[in-house]
């Protein structure tokens, strides 16, 4: 049930849906003054979102900062959070990656650097994923394929949301790697609520962000005044992590 209505809340937290509504109020209030408001605040909410400088700068407020490989000390085992791939796309003979593809190759990368020894990988079936296999199942096939032995790698497939992440990945960690070096590896944008959830479960640990859906800021024409899909997207995923967090602190989760 918490995961419809998480989904539900997703639909109202998105910038566009607001605009569009205050469009569409525009259109069908009759009060004069009520209309001329709504289409202002859709005008106006429509040229904030859209900006590419604006949406990257608060982007960039909200990722941490990336971490140097090379100064990453050695971690016994890495927490990699799934949501990388497209369980509902077929044929079903593949992984296909969906933006965040660097949560598991930048895992790869650091497990051929030497930097972690064991990784966890933690992630069941999404909405309308039931007929696919589980999302960690798939990461594993991934790693396997690159070379990574079997043995190095534990699959956690039940968890449905950030929170089940967090305390299935806990359990195992207590269970079968107690008192090491943990890493969590999740998108820049998942780590703060990802982190919380964590730490709520009683696991020390570092981060290593990656994913970064920013830029290097700059003043450029384009950036500035050309509007863009993709900053309406920073923006959706800001807000709805967000809220997420405080929905979690609400059910008592953080």
């Given at each position: 049930?918490?995961?419809?209505?998480?989904?539900?809340?997703?639909?109202?937290?998105?910038?566009?849906?607001?605009?569009?509504?205050?469009?569409?109020?525009?259109?069908?209030?009759?009060?004069?003054?009520?209309?001329?408001?709504?289409?202002?605040?859709?005008?106006?909410?429509?040229?904030?979102?859209?900006?590419?400088?604006?949406?990257?700068?608060?982007?960039?407020?909200?990722?941490?900062?990336?971490?140097?490989?090379?100064?990453?000390?050695?971690?016994?085992?890495?927490?990699?959070?799934?949501g990388v791939s497209k369980g509902s796309k077929e044929p079903a003979d593949r992984v296909y990656f969906n933006m965040d593809a660097d949560r598991i190759t930048h895992t790869l990368q650091l497990y051929n650097a030497g930097?972690?020894?064991?990784?966890?990988?933690?992630?069941?079936?999404?909405?309308?994923?039931?007929?696919?296999?589980?999302?960690?199942?798939?990461?594993?096939?991934?790693?396997?394929?690159?070379?990574?032995?079997?043995?190095?790698?534990?699959?956690?497939?039940?968890?449905?949301?950030?929170?089940?992440?967090?305390?299935?990945?806990?359990?195992?960690?207590?269970?079968?790697?107690?008192?090491?070096?943990?890493?969590?590896?999740?998108?820049?944008?998942?780590?703060?609520?990802?982190?919380?959830?964590?730490?709520?479960?009683?696991?020390?640990?570092?981060?290593?962000?990656?994913?970064?859906?920013?830029?290097?800021?700059?003043?450029?024409?384009?950036?500035?005044?050309?509007?863009?899909?993709?900053?309406?997207?920073?923006?959706?995923?800001?807000?709805?992590?967000?809220?997420?967090?405080?929905?979690?602190?609400?059910?008592?989760?953080?």
């Amino acid at each position: 049930m918490f995961f419809i209505l998480s989904k539900i809340l997703a639909f109202f937290v998105r910038p566009l849906v607001w605009i569009i509504f205050c469009f569409l109020g525009s259109y069908f209030f009759k009060k004069p003054r009520l209309k001329k408001r709504l289409f202002w605040a859709g005008t106006f909410m429509l040229v904030l979102f859209s900006n590419q400088y604006i949406s990257n700068r608060v982007m960039l407020l909200w990722e941490p900062a990336p971490v140097l490989i090379k100064t990453l000390a050695p971690h016994d085992v890495a927490i990699v959070f799934t949501g990388v791939s497209k369980g509902s796309k077929e044929p079903a003979d593949r992984v296909y990656f969906n933006m965040d593809a660097d949560r598991i190759t930048h895992t790869l990368q650091l497990y051929n650097a030497g930097k972690i020894k064991h990784i966890l990988i933690s992630g069941g079936l999404g909405f309308k994923q039931k007929s696919s296999n589980p999302a960690a199942e798939r990461l594993r096939s991934f790693l396997l394929m690159a070379g990574v032995p079997d043995i190095d790698i534990t699959v956690e497939s039940e968890a449905v949301n950030t929170y089940e992440n967090a305390v299935n990945s806990a359990r195992i960690l207590k269970e079968h790697y107690p008192n090491q070096k943990y890493l969590l590896i999740t998108s820049a944008f998942h780590m703060k609520r990802s982190s919380l959830c964590l730490k709520a479960q009683g696991i020390s640990f570092n981060t290593f962000p990656a994913g970064f859906r920013t830029d290097r800021p700059t003043a450029k024409f384009d950036d500035l005044f050309i509007p863009r899909s993709s900053a309406i997207d920073r923006w959706e995923i800001i807000i709805k992590e967000i809220a997420g967090i405080a929905t979690y602190k609400v059910m008592g989760y953080l």
